[in-house]
């Protein structure tokens, strides 16, 4: 290539996503530097971009002026001024770095004065027609948001946009689709049940499921579903100009009721918003998260030492035990599941389940209305600081103090309903079944609402245990809030771990207390 060769870059953009429409863009202005004989230095793509607002860091827009900074760059081709300018600051930007602008439908050319005149007269008439069309939309907005309508764009998952033509009597632009919000409450559920968002994950894609995308599942989409406002009805506030949506941006008090149907009830949502967006909350979710039944539950009877999940060969066969991190034993694990998953499942059934699990809907009820009176108390304050009343000073810190206790209220509220690992089992009918269908990490939360640990003996050397009945008096739960550990005893008809009736009506008596 000749050192003079001019270095054109290829401009195009549009603000909704439309890959055609880019594509004939780019033929469009690669034409024009065939016919210059320019080269091209790169196609900057800002699909899906606005330029009445600033295109920052990340968009093609501050890539382009990057590389002309860096001398890459001689002429920039759009095909309208439009597509590449709307604003005289842009202008401006481009401007003062002395690259040549050519655009081709509208004939202008920077290279002549006419041309700069050209460009600067057609960007003022687009500002002033973009502040006359922002002006006939404000009321517009303002209606559509105390109507409780969301905007277009990017729909939520759990929900489908609902066209004009099909809308009911209030406007209603959401549907829940069944099949994404299934999954939606399948989260909820799993994440208030005590699993980590990883677990999550684990269990979706190992069941096949997939996003919209048709992408496996991870940590932060599973995260930025479930903090969001809208699968609760809830319509969040406008973004600051320049940043994009993100739910963990705003304060829940600064969102309005919404039209459509929830796929959550709002305290699910605060719960998990409580969880998620917990600044203690550690920074990863990834394999240091508990994977196995009685990982920090089980401990040594002998040393009373941890356990830790072991792969054990033998010249047979390979499989998973359970070892004492003092030496004093290695287990397989299979059995010892199994016999600590049929104790937990005959105590489920015991009688009385249901005053096992904790409900206070008078305290829910009671900070809730302190939550409203505290939001209304803040829009009071707005309207007296918009009258004068209140000095700046005064209404920042009115504001902040407002913001902390409301903050309290939802870190409260989502304490309280988080779901008790039991409430499952309180209407069930066949528990095995309902505890068969949990994740690990939801048996993980049953088991350690139920015992304080599981303790595992040593079975002596030359001794061989090869059945679930065999583990008996070898395996011993320590039952909570029980004065006395349960041992369990072995059923002479079944002959499967049974908790004995005195014992069941013992653990009922004491969770009753």
């Known amino acids: 290539m000749a050192s003079d060769t001019v270095q054109a870059a290829i401009y195009v953009r549009q603000s909704v996503r439309e890959d055609q429409g880019i594509a004939q863009q780019i033929a469009d202005c690669r034409r024009r530097l065939v016919a210059e004989e320019w080269a091209e230095v790169d196609v900057y793509d800002d699909n899906r971009t606005s330029a009445t607002k600033d295109r920052g860091t990340g968009t093609a827009w501050a890539r382009m002026l990057e590389d002309i900074d860096a001398g890459r760059v001689q002429v920039v081709v759009a095909v309208a001024a439009a597509r590449l300018l709307r604003r005289v600051e842009d202008v401006l930007e481009l401007t003062k770095r002395d690259v040549r602008i050519v655009t081709l439908r509208d004939g202008i050319d920077t290279a002549t004065n006419g041309g700069k005149m050209m460009l600067y007269m057609l960007v003022l008439m687009a500002e002033a027609e973009i502040e006359e069309k922002e002006a006939r939309a404000l009321p517009y907005r303002a209606s559509r948001r105390e109507a409780g309508h969301p905007t277009s764009g990017l729909v939520p998952y759990g929900y489908r946009w609902v066209p004009k033509l099909e809308r009911d009597a209030k406007g209603t632009r959401f549907a829940i689709v069944p099949e994404e919000a299934e999954i939606i409450?399948?989260?909820?559920?799993?994440?208030?049940?005590?699993?980590?968002?990883?677990?999550?994950?684990?269990?979706?894609?190992?069941?096949?499921?997939?996003?919209?995308?048709?992408?496996?599942?991870?940590?932060?989409?599973?995260?930025?579903?479930?903090?969001?406002?809208?699968?609760?009805?809830?319509?969040?506030?406008?973004?600051?100009?320049?940043?994009?949506?993100?739910?963990?941006?705003?304060?829940?008090?600064?969102?309005?009721?919404?039209?459509?149907?929830?796929?959550?009830?709002?305290?699910?949502?605060?719960?998990?918003?409580?969880?998620?967006?917990?600044?203690?909350?550690?920074?990863?979710?990834?394999?240091?998260?508990?994977?196995?039944?009685?990982?920090?539950?089980?401990?040594?009877?002998?040393?009373?030492?941890?356990?830790?999940?072991?792969?054990?060969?033998?010249?047979?066969?390979?499989?998973?035990?359970?070892?004492?991190?003092?030496?004093?034993?290695?287990?397989?694990?299979?059995?010892?599941?199994?016999?600590?998953?049929?104790?937990?499942?005959?105590?489920?059934?015991?009688?009385?389940?249901?005053?096992?699990?904790?409900?206070?809907?008078?305290?829910?009820?009671?900070?809730?209305?302190?939550?409203?009176?505290?939001?209304?108390?803040?829009?009071?304050?707005?309207?007296?600081?918009?009258?004068?009343?209140?000095?700046?000073?005064?209404?920042?810190?009115?504001?902040?103090?407002?913001?902390?206790?409301?903050?309290?209220?939802?870190?409260?509220?989502?304490?309280?309903?988080?779901?008790?690992?039991?409430?499952?089992?309180?209407?069930?009918?066949?528990?095995?079944?309902?505890?068969?269908?949990?994740?690990?990490g939801r048996r993980r939360a049953v088991l350690s609402a139920l015992v304080d640990h599981v303790e595992v003996s040593p079975v002596g050397k030359g001794r061989r245990v090869l059945t679930v009945e065999a583990v008996e008096g070898t395996v011993s739960m320590g039952w909570r809030r029980v004065e006395r550990r349960r041992s369990l005893d072995t059923g002479a008809t079944t002959r499967t771990p049974k908790v004995p009736d005195e014992a069941r009506n013992a653990i009922v008596r004491a969770l009753n207390k």
């Open 185 to 440: 409450r399948y989260m909820s559920a799993e994440l208030l049940g005590g699993t980590t968002l990883a677990a999550i994950v684990d269990a979706l894609n190992a069941d096949g499921k997939r996003t919209r995308a048709g992408a496996r599942w991870r940590s932060s989409t599973v995260r930025r579903i479930l903090i969001s406002p809208f699968h609760a009805a809830k319509l969040p506030p406008a973004m600051p100009e320049g940043k994009p949506y993100r739910a963990d941006r705003f304060t829940w008090s600064e969102c309005t009721p919404g039209t459509w149907a929830e796929i959550l009830p709002e305290d699910a949502v605060l719960a998990a918003r409580g969880l998620l967006l917990d600044d203690a909350r550690r920074s990863h979710d990834g394999d240091t998260r508990p994977k196995w039944l009685l990982s920090t539950i089980g401990r040594c009877a002998g040393c009373h030492g941890p356990l830790r999940s072991a792969q054990t060969k033998t010249t047979a066969t390979s499989y998973r035990a359970y070892r004492c991190t003092a030496g004093c034993f290695v287990r397989p694990a299979a059995l010892i599941e199994e016999y600590v998953t049929r104790a937990a499942v005959d105590v489920l059934s015991a009688p009385g389940l249901l005053s096992w699990v904790d409900d206070d809907p008078e305290s829910i009820e009671v900070l809730r209305a302190r939550r409203e009176a505290l939001s209304a108390l803040r829009a009071e304050d707005e309207e007296l600081y918009r009258a004068r009343k209140l000095s700046p000073a005064m209404f920042s810190r009115l504001v902040d103090e407002n913001a902390a206790e409301i903050a309290d209220i939802d870190r409260e509220l989502a304490e309280i309903v988080r779901v008790n690992p039991l409430a499952a089992f309180v209407s069930g009918d066949d528990v095995r079944d309902l505890w068969d269908g949990l994740s690990v």
